[in-house]
């Protein structure tokens, strides 16, 4: 089942469900109007939700209206809690070797996990906001899950069966102004943008066996200004998103609507390429002592895109330009 969020002029815009060839789509109405209400309430909804997918994937839905010129907001426009861990090693021994920093100490045990902000989700076509060039824009291509609640102390078990949608999205960050940031200890903000997101968010059995271990074993394929940047699969997570998680659960309830990121998808395979600017600066610095790779600048452009074995775009696309903010 594919389920998305559609602008009504509200925050939280207007729950519809898609058809399984993306071509049509249905309003859900009464209480469970928004992804928000649908998430905290999801058991009961989703026989509703299940109806509705059904009558749309047969031809006998009587309220279905076309894709095709539908606003697609985030599909979780805003949220309590968005936690984005960096779940693929291989990025991080880069960033590692390139800028000679210390090994994270037990990184192979503990996921790395921050909390970002989640009030400001953007959609598939929003533009990429650059304030000041000196502030280093780069996109982040990502694979993240949507839960119910989940309770404190959760195994990773436990927090797989609160995993309920899955969801492609664009982690934005001002590479400027992370070093101060990081040095303090204390996390991100400012070196942080909205977070982008591709317009479907599906439910797991739609990945059929490219959903396993709390993986996503598919490519998402990235270009910039046309031209490839990179295809790197989602099954080298060093941690599955159960595991992720039951590490945040440890000592707190998880509630519903939270938004779990898995980091920059990253493959130690380099003919995979890379899902952000930092990486392949990165691998330049070890191979050429620099960076040869600028940044974004004003007027360029970022898509991204995964597609099923049957080369479907599963969660629809993410296409941006970078606009002076």
């Known amino acids: 089942m594919k389920l998305a969020s559609i602008d009504n002029g509200s925050p939280d815009g207007q729950l519809v469900v898609i058809s399984k060839d993306t071509s049509q789509m ?34 006998t839905c009587e309220q279905a209206e076309p894709v095709a010129g539908a606003c697609f907001l985030a599909p979780l426009p805003r949220t309590y809690q968005w ?62 899950v949507l839960t119910t609640d989940v309770p404190v102390g959760a195994t990773p078990d436990e927090a797989m069966q609160a995993i309920k949608l899955v969801v492609q999205l664009n982690d934005i960050s001002y590479r400027g ?13 400012q070196a942080k943008g909205e977070t982008a ?16 271990d709390g993986r996503i074993h598919l490519t998402l394929n990235i270009t910039r200004n046309g031209e490839w940047f990179g295809s790197p699969s989602g099954s080298e997570m060093h941690f599955g998103f159960h595991e992720l998680i039951a590490h945040a ?40 002592g620099k960076p040869q790779t600028p940044f974004l600048s004003e007027g360029e452009t970022v898509h991204m895109v995964c597609r099923d074995k049957q080369g479907q775009p599963l969660f629809g696309e993410i296409n941006q330009t970078v606009k002076g903010g």
């Open 249 to 288: 659960a440890t000592t707190r309830p998880i509630k519903a609507g939270t938004v779990f990121g898995s980091g920059t998808v990253s493959n130690a395979n380099p003919e995979a390429g890379q899902a952000c600017i930092a990486e392949l600066r990165a691998k330049e610095l070890i191979r050429h």
């Open 83 to 144: 936690l984005d861990g960096s779940l693929f090693m291989n990025h991080g021994h880069l960033m590692q070797k390139a800028f000679n920093l210390d090994p994270t100490e037990d990184a192979d045990k503990y996921p790395l996990i921050y909390q970002g902000a989640g009030d400001a989700f953007t959609g598939c076509n929003d533009t990429i906001a650059l304030y000041n060039p000196a502030h280093g824009v780069d996109f982040e291509g990502e694979f993240g």
């Open 197 to 212: 997101f591709a317009p479907f968010a599906v439910t797991p059995d739609e990945l059929g066996d490219s959903w396993a």
């Open 26 to 59: 249905c309003r859900v109405h009464g209480s469970a109007g928004t992804m928000a209400a649908c998430l905290a309430d999801w058991q009961s909804v989703l026989p509703v939700l299940q109806d509705i997918s059904n009558t749309l994937n047969n031809g």
């Open 177 to 189: 102004l992370a070093p101060r940031e990081m040095k303090t200890g204390f996390g991100f903000v």
